[in-house]
């Protein structure tokens, strides 16, 4: 299961700003951005799984199940004004990473030799 976790300020941008004290009205308004996604053929529905707001600073993070299509990540932090993307998959997606890497390393090392 890949999540991300997208970096959001809480007072800017512009859309955001009447959102500065209300933690709520922000989820909802970003769970409403995130359902808007068009995902193409194939690709599961992306699904905000929850805010989290940094102490001391006006920055949320959003994490977000299965917002795998790039093009529409760009389009989710463009519209929220969004900092950063951080793309996270959880143990058992990093045990099958280690086992990709491992076919690939041994594709590639056998037709090397």
């Given at each position: ?31 409403g ?40 990540v ?40």
């Amino acid at each position: 299961m890949p999540v991300g976790m997208m970096r959001l300020r809480t007072a800017t941008p512009e859309r955001l700003e009447r959102f500065r004290d209300d933690p709520r009205g922000l989820f909802d308004y970003v769970k409403g951005v995130v359902d808007a996604v068009e995902v193409p053929e194939g690709f599961p529905r992306p699904e905000l799984k929850d805010l989290y707001f940094e102490i001391g600073q006006e920055r949320a993070y959003a994490l977000i199940k299965d917002l795998d299509d790039y093009v529409a990540v760009k389009a989710v932090a463009r519209v929220l004004g969004a900092e950063g993307f951080l793309k996270l998959v959880d143990t058992d997606g990093a045990v099958e990473a280690i086992a990709r890497a491992n076919s690939i390393l041994e594709q590639v090392d056998s037709s090397s030799s």
